[in-house]
């Protein structure tokens, strides 16, 4: 009765099932992993959003596949207001997410059997993605020497015939890994000699932390063609506004014809509301009040991890650059998973393993820096004591 494309595993996974029987048996967990910044305490100006939300033109429905132009401007000035980049209308298409945007994409681009290339360590989600779309996913490894780099030989290595493109998360989702300018340019060249096209995943590209050259956008000028995602839900902290875009960029020839392509697929969807698209100029616009906020927090809780760092005998934190997550590198004695699970069992502390982000040996634990501090700040300090402990 089912696609066999549907075909996953149902059951919670084991670190699920015993952070659900500690909460159960009434404990309080503390989830260093929350990455909802509705949830983390932050302060919002309520009363501009909802009048932001509450226009008279929403009474009227004038569907445009790519958007309607008032939000798209407010977009171009995005890049053009804080990088300098100008970006036409036309090649900005608004989605109700970046998941939304990577179906157009690949709808776009592939035919079932098709491939992409993935970074790796990178978020899972691109797995079930592809996975719906009937593409296969093929990965590039990270590799880390005193901070993140594109493993250039292996990612040639794995381009085939049925390659479509190349998606890079710029920083990357959870190593905080920009992309810099000889990476970037190493990219669409080769994007270009194989025809490839370079999906750029930018929603934490805001959140810079290195204070160097590494936060330029991929929507600048290329010779490969280039589509670069971004949204609310990071930029502006508002994930339930469901409103996030894709811009085209490159040659003229491919930009118009991808174009072209993309607003039929837009228009068989046609999936947001009237009310968010109007309240877009006036979202982005405050959205330096809640990224003022983000990085005080991501900055405190880093201090705060490096100060119970210079005690622990056994942990180290790996080098990031931008976003919102931090790697703790811990001996592998022990499956990532199972220390996960000691962790909620011993000490009401909620973390990630590193195989939730395809690291592929034990000996990393995922830790969100935008939770409370002082949640933060306990959590660590119980995690911390755990492992050096032995566990």
């Not at 920083?171 to 905080?176: E, I, K």
Request: proline share 5%.
């Amino acid at each position: 009765m089912f696609a066999k494309r549907t075909n996953w595993e149902m059951e919670p996974n084991r670190l699920t099932v015993a952070l659900y029987a500690q909460r159960a048996a009434g404990a309080t967990v503390l989830d260093l992993t929350e990455s909802n910044p509705t949830n983390c305490g932050f302060t919002y100006d309520t009363a501009a959003i909802l009048r932001a939300l509450c226009n008279e033109a929403a009474l009227t429905y004038h569907p445009d596949p790519r958007g309607l132009p008032i939000a798209r401007e407010a977009v171009a000035q995005y890049y053009f207001g804080g990088r300098e980049i100008k970006i036409a209308l036309d090649d900005i298409f608004l989605t109700a997410s970046t998941s939304e945007a990577y179906t157009y994409i690949l709808r776009l681009l592939c035919d079932p059997g098709d491939a992409i290339l993935i970074p790796t360590p990178g978020y899972p989600l691109f797995d079930y993605l592809a996975e719906i779309q009937d593409v296969a996913i093929a990965r590039y490894p990270l590799f880390y020497d005193h901070g993140w780099h594109i493993d250039f030989h292996a990612l040639e290595s794995a381009i085939t015939e049925r390659t479509r493109a190349i998606v890079v998360v710029h920083p990357n989702n959870p190593t905080g890994h920009y992309c810099h300018f000889a990476e970037m340019r190493r990219l669409r060249e080769i994007c270009a000699a194989r025809a490839l096209v370079l999906v750029v995943d930018e929603v934490f590209l805001d959140f810079e932390l290195g204070g160097d050259e590494s936060a330029h956008s991929f929507a600048r000028e290329s010779a490969a063609l280039t589509i670069t995602l971004s949204g609310l839900s990071k930029s502006c902290g508002l994930p339930q506004m469901k409103v996030a875009w894709l811009c085209v960029g490159g040659p003229e020839e491919l930009r118009r014809e991808a174009g072209a392509r993309l607003e039929i697929i837009a228009d068989t969807y046609l999936s947001l509301g009237t009310p968010v698209q109007l309240a877009v100029p006036a979202l982005l616009a405050a959205r330096g009040a809640f990224q003022a906020q983000v990085m005080a927090r991501v900055r405190n809780n880093l201090a705060e991890f490096d100060r119970q760092l210079v005690s622990a005998k056994t942990c180290s934190r790996l080098k990031i650059e931008g976003g919102w997550n931090a790697v703790l590198q811990v001996p592998a004695t022990i499956s990532d998973e199972d220390r996960a699970l000691a962790l909620v069992a011993k000490k009401a502390v909620y973390v990630h393993p590193g195989h939730f982000y395809d690291f592929q040996r034990d000996g990393h634990l995922v830790l969100s820096l935008i939770v409370p501090e002082q949640d933060f700040r306990t959590g660590l300090a119980r995690l911390l004591a755990l492992v050096d402990g032995g566990i």
